[in-house]
């Protein structure tokens, strides 16, 4: 505060010549996160800022995240699943731990996987080609649901699931659609998960012929590449009807 009034008072007397010298040290963002830690509940959006502001160049996926956030106005936590597919990599806790220098910092949880950066990128895609501007699939319910039929594959499966749920989000139906939101919409979770998953296989047990699945992940790629595309042109060439998805 100290400071921050002499300033005032420069900014307030402009016809006098003032000398100021200026003492920058690295030691001052760690002296403001714990002074800000005692003094209001930080989320965990503003800490995951702190790190990223603290150890520029360090944390790529934490940029990554702020960048999918930005683009297709999304949550932090929907980004953060979506790009990591893990809902406990950046627990609170141990964020503030990095943050205040009470643990030592650990630049590899915070590395890039190009492959969900490129996934989560086509996943969105094909979310916005089948839902449009719907904000119930902004929801963490919905994405977790997707991921849920990942975690309950056998191994011999889960390699093709990247396809799959491609596949699965661009060529659902009108009626499925409308059960997957009416389910989100009333949080009811173990029947949205039981739902999305036998959609799911039943729609890949339905087209399981020689070479049929891998026809549909080539149609649903050209699907996602046009819808990146309009979307693009839109990021690019800003209108009065163009919204952020929210």
């Known amino acids: 505060l100290d400071g921050q009034h002499r300033w005032i008072v420069i900014l307030e007397n402009p016809e006098y010549d003032i000398l100021v010298d200026f003492v920058v040290t690295k030691k001052i963002g760690a002296y403001i996160d714990n002074l800000n830690n005692s003094s ?8 995951k800022h702190s790190i990223r502001v603290q150890h520029e160049n360090e944390v790529p996926v934490l940029d990554e995240i702020n960048k999918f956030k930005n683009r297709f106005g999304v949550s932090e936590k929907y980004a953060e699943i979506i790009l990591t597919r893990n809902k406990e990599q950046f627990r609170l806790s141990e964020m503030k731990e990095f943050q205040s220098h009470t643990k030592e910092f650990n630049a590899d949880k915070f590395k890039v996987n190009t492959t969900y950066i490129d996934t989560g990128k086509n996943l969105m895609f094909a979310i916005i080609h089948q839902f ?29 699931f990247e396809k799959n749920i491609l596949i699965f989000l661009t060529a659902m139906d009108g009626f499925v659609k409308g059960e997957i939101l009416s389910k989100v919409k009333a949080k009811d979770i173990q029947k949205l998960n039981s739902y999305v998953r036998k959609q799911y296989d039943t729609l890949l047990n339905k087209h399981n012929g020689e ?36």
Do not use: C
């Open 211 to 246: 070479g049929e699945l891998e026809q549909m992940y080539n149609s649903a790629m050209e699907i996602i590449r046009q819808k990146e595309t309009e979307f693009e042109k839109k990021e690019n060439n800003p209108s009065k009807s163009f919204k952020k998805l929210k």
């Open 132 to 160: 449009g501007t719907e904000k119930l699939v902004r929801k963490i319910e919905f994405l977790e649901a997707l991921f849920n039929i990942h975690e309950e594959l056998i191994d011999a499966k889960k390699a093709s």
């Open 40 to 47: 209001k509940s930080w989320t965990g959006e503003d800490v």
